[in-house]
């Protein structure tokens, strides 16, 4: 069990996080379909960011 401390404002919180949760969260994030979709989206990001560019100077 990971406990992760977190502060908000001026409370603290512990919150326990087991293993076989944060393994999962590992597989789905290294999954070869998620990398894929990211790398699409990422491609597509770039390649449309002179407009975006263009769009915040207006």
Same mark, same amino acid.
């Given at each position: 069990?990971?406990?992760?401390? !977190? ?6 919180? &512990? #919150? +326990? !996080? +087991?293993?076989?949760?944060? /393994?999962?969260? #590992?597989?789905?994030?290294?999954? @070869?379909?998620? /990398?894929?979709? #990211? $790398? ?7 390649? $449309? &960011?002179? &407009?975006? @560019? ?5």
């Amino acid at each position: 069990m990971l406990k992760v401390k !977190v502060k908000v404002k001026d409370k603290r919180f &512990s #919150i +326990p !996080v +087991p293993y076989a949760v944060l /393994n999962l969260v #590992i597989l789905i994030i290294t999954s @070869k379909g998620i /990398n894929r979709l #990211i $790398n699409k989206e990422l491609k597509r990001m770039t390649a $449309n &960011s002179s &407009s975006w @560019k263009l769009k915040e100077k207006i």
